[in-house]
C-alpha cells in the first residue's frame, strides 16, 4: 500500500495503517499489505498512476489530487460549499455517489472506495487577519484542488504543496496561509508557530473524503470472502478516521486557544458570499467538463437538494437548540 | 440472531440483516446467522436475557430497551439533549464509551458493540397542536427511556409499547402521541393516518446508537479472525444504517408534506426549555444511581463539553454559513 502521506501522520496516516491491520486481522493473515508513506515507495502525488499500473496493489490517498488527469475525481474529494459528512456518506453508500465513483476510475484500472473522512476542515492558518474581499487579493496562499480556484477567482493566489513542506513555506513567508486539515493535524505540523489568525468553516473542503486505490486485477483476483473483508475494512476506515478526528480535534483546538494564544476567527460574511458565487462558477464549469462530470453533478446536487429540508429540521435542528438551551 | 424488530422493518430490521449477510460472506461461510424478527423466536423486550443465557448468541436491539433491569444501559442508547451522532461515536470509538458499554454488560455475560444509528429523530406525531407547556399536561404519549421520565416530569404520562401497536394505539385514541423514529419509519407504520402534527427536533433521542449484543461464551469460542470480523461487521453496520436513514428520512419527509399534508413544526421554546431542566434532573438522577454511573456520566459529559466548542467553529458553523449563503 503507498499512501499520499506519511505513515504516522495522525488521522490520515494511521488511520490507513489501521485499514492495512483490519484487512490482515480479518483475513486470518491471507492478506498482508506492507505500509509505504509518502515517498518511500512512490511520490504523494503518483500514488494513483502506480495503482493503475499495478507498481503496488493499493493505495490510500484524496481524490481531488487527481485534477490533472481526470477532472472528474474532484466530485469525490471535496466540493467547495458541498455535502457535509453526513451528507456525503450518504450519498456515497445509498445514493449512488460510490457507483460512479466507480465509473470515474474503472478506465484507469482502478476500484475505489471510500476509506476515511476529516468532517469540515478550518479554514486555514493565516498570517494576518483578514477583514475584507481586499485582503484576500494577491494572497498567496497553500489550498489545492477545487477550493484553490474557487481561490484563485477572488483575487488570490493558490499554490499546492504537500503537507512535508508546509510549515517552511508559511514560516518562511514563501506563502501566506495555508489550509490544510484542521487542529489535530494543523497543531502536529506546528503552523501556529508561523501564523496566528485561524479561520472557519473550511468552506473548501467541508467533508474531505479518503479514498483506498485498489488495482483492478487485484481485486479482481480476489475471492469474494476476501471482497467483502477488503470492502469491509474501507468501510470500518471511513466512520473510524472521522471518529478520530471527531476525538482529537476538541483537545487540539483547546491547546491552540489556550497554550499558544492562536485567535480563531470566523470569516467575514462578504468574504464568505464571494467565496461562493466563485464555487458556484467552478462547480458550473466542472460540471461542463463531460458527460460523466454533468451525470454526477446532477446526482450530487439532487442529492444535497433533497437532503436539505430534512437537515434543517433534524441535525441542525438540534444542535440549533441545544446550543440556545445550554446559554 | 434475535432482533427486537421485525426483519422487514425498514432501517433497523433491514440494516440487522445485512449485519448478517456480512459477517456471513467476510468469514465465507464459517459463520452462518438465522435471522428472526421480535416475536419469533423472544419476544422484543426479552433479547438481553436470550442473550444472556446463550439461547440465541447474537441480539439486536437498543440499550434502552433493558432500563428496569439495568439502569446504566441507559447511558448507550439515548441521553435526551446529549451528544450528537458525530459526537457519540466518537466518544464510543475513540472516548471510552465502547470500553463503559461492556464493562456495563459484562455482569450478564454480553459483550455488546455499536451497530446502527438513527441520528437525531422526530419528535414525534401528535394529534393535536402542541402550543405550550398546558398541552403536554396529561397527555397520554408513546416515548420509552430516559425521554420517557422527562416527559412525565413535565406533567405528561409516556406509555412504552413495541412498535407494531403504535398505530392502533394512535388511531384508536388510546394514545394522543407517538414519538416513535423518523420520517423512514415512521411513514412506514403511517402514524400520519392518525395524526396530523409532527414536531422536530427529538430532543429524546438525539443519536439513538442500536447495539449488537453477543453471548460471552459465544464470543470467547471464536478464533482471533473471526472476531475480527464480526466486530468489523458491527462497525460497518454502524455507519451504514446511519447513511440509509440520512439517504431515506428526506424523500419520506418530503412524501409526508406534500402527499399527506403533515404540519411539521418545532417545539415552542418554554417547552423545550422546561424539557431541557427536567433532563437535567433525570440524567444527575440516573448519574447517582450507582458507582458505574456516576462514571459513565462523567465520561460522557466531559467528552461532551470539550466537543462543543469544536463542533460550533466546524459542523454547526458550516451548517449555518450554508444555510445563510443559499437563502
Given at each position: 500500500?503507498?499512501?499520499?502521506?506519511?505513515?504516522?501522520?495522525?488521522?490520515?496516516?494511521?488511520?490507513?495503517?489501521?485499514?492495512?491491520?483490519?484487512?490482515?486481522?480479518?483475513?486470518?493473515?491471507?492478506?498482508?499489505?506492507?505500509?509505504?508513506?509518502?515517498?518511500?515507495?512512490?511520490?504523494?502525488?503518483?500514488?494513483?498512476?502506480?495503482?493503475?499500473?499495478?507498481?503496488?496493489?493499493?493505495?490510500?490517498?484524496?481524490?481531488?489530487?487527481?485534477?490533472?488527469?481526470?477532472?472528474?475525481?474532484?466530485?469525490?474529494?471535496?466540493?467547495?460549499?458541498?455535502?457535509?459528512?453526513?451528507?456525503?456518506?450518504?450519498?456515497?453508500?445509498?445514493?449512488?455517489?460510490?457507483?460512479?465513483?466507480?465509473?470515474?476510475?474503472?478506465?484507469?484500472?482502478?476500484?475505489?472506495?471510500?476509506?476515511?473522512?476529516?468532517?469540515?476542515?478550518?479554514?486555514?492558518?493565516?498570517?494576518?487577519?483578514?477583514?475584507?474581499?481586499?485582503?484576500?487579493?494577491?494572497?498567496?496562499?497553500?489550498?489545492p484542488g477545487l477550493g484553490g480556484?474557487?481561490?484563485?477567482?477572488?483575487?488570490?493566489?493558490?499554490?499546492?504543496?504537500?503537507?512535508?513542506?508546509?510549515?517552511?513555506?508559511?514560516?518562511?513567508?514563501?506563502?501566506?496561509?495555508?489550509?490544510?486539515?484542521?487542529?489535530?493535524?494543523?497543531?502536529?505540523?506546528?503552523?501556529?508557530?508561523?501564523?496566528?489568525?485561524?479561520?472557519?468553516?473550511?468552506?473548501?473542503?467541508?467533508?474531505?473524503?479518503?479514498?483506498?486505490?485498489?488495482?483492478?486485477?487485484?481485486?479482481?483476483?480476489?475471492?469474494?470472502?476476501?471482497?467483502?473483508?477488503?470492502?469491509?475494512?474501507?468501510?470500518?476506515?471511513?466512520?473510524?478516521?472521522?471518529?478520530?478526528?471527531?476525538?482529537?480535534?476538541?483537545?487540539?483546538?483547546?491547546?491552540?486557544?489556550?497554550?499558544?494564544?492562536?485567535?480563531?476567527?470566523?470569516?467575514?460574511?462578504?468574504?464568505?458570499?464571494?467565496?461562493?458565487?466563485?464555487?458556484?462558477?467552478?462547480?458550473a464549469e466542472l460540471a461542463a467538463?463531460?458527460?460523466?462530470?454533468?451525470?454526477?453533478?446532477?446526482?450530487?446536487?439532487?442529492?444535497?437538494?433533497?437532503?436539505?429540508?430534512?437537515?434543517?429540521?433534524?441535525?441542525?435542528?438540534?444542535?440549533?437548540?441545544?446550543?440556545?438551551?445550554?446559554?
Amino acid at each position: 500500500m503507498a499512501m499520499a502521506w506519511p505513515t504516522d501522520f495522525p488521522g490520515l496516516g494511521t488511520g490507513a495503517a489501521r485499514l492495512a491491520q483490519r484487512i490482515e486481522a480479518m483475513s486470518g493473515g491471507r492478506i498482508r499489505i506492507r505500509v509505504f508513506g509518502a515517498g518511500e515507495l512512490v511520490p504523494a502525488y503518483e500514488v494513483f498512476d502506480a495503482v493503475s499500473r499495478g507498481t503496488v496493489d493499493i493505495g490510500h490517498s484524496a481524490a481531488y489530487y487527481w485534477r490533472s488527469k481526470l477532472p472528474e475525481a474532484q466530485w469525490f474529494g471535496a466540493v467547495p460549499f458541498g455535502m457535509s459528512v453526513h451528507e456525503v456518506n450518504a450519498w456515497l453508500y445509498h445514493g449512488g455517489g460510490l457507483e460512479l465513483w466507480q465509473e470515474t476510475y474503472q478506465p484507469h484500472n482502478i476500484v475505489p472506495f471510500p476509506a476515511g473522512n476529516t468532517g469540515v476542515q478550518m479554514g486555514g492558518f493565516f498570517k494576518n487577519e483578514i477583514n475584507s474581499l481586499e485582503d484576500f487579493r494577491g494572497l498567496r496562499m497553500r489550498i489545492p484542488g477545487l477550493g484553490g480556484e474557487v481561490f484563485r477567482r477572488i483575487g488570490g493566489s493558490p499554490a499546492n504543496l504537500p503537507g512535508g513542506e508546509l510549515f517552511t513555506a508559511l514560516q518562511t513567508g514563501a506563502i501566506d496561509a495555508v489550509e490544510w486539515v484542521g487542529p489535530y493535524n494543523d497543531l502536529a505540523f506546528g503552523l501556529h508557530r508561523a501564523a496566528r489568525f485561524y479561520y472557519y468553516p473550511g468552506w473548501q473542503e467541508p467533508a474531505a473524503s479518503l479514498e483506498a486505490l485498489i488495482n483492478a486485477e487485484a481485486w479482481a483476483s480476489l475471492p469474494d470472502d476476501l471482497k467483502a473483508i477488503v470492502r469491509a475494512a474501507t468501510e470500518v476506515t471511513n466512520q473510524d478516521m472521522l471518529c478520530e478526528y471527531m476525538a482529537r480535534n476538541p483537545a487540539a483546538l483547546k491547546r491552540l486557544i489556550e497554550e499558544h494564544n492562536i485567535q480563531v476567527r470566523p470569516f467575514p460574511e462578504p468574504v464568505l458570499e464571494a467565496l461562493h458565487q466563485a464555487a458556484d462558477e467552478v462547480v458550473a464549469e466542472l460540471a461542463a467538463n463531460s458527460e460523466l462530470s454533468g451525470r454526477i453533478h446532477r446526482s450530487y446536487r439532487e442529492f444535497q437538494q433533497l437532503l436539505a429540508p430534512y437537515m434543517e429540521i433534524s441535525e441542525d435542528a438540534y444542535a440549533k437548540v441545544r446550543k440556545s438551551l445550554s446559554a
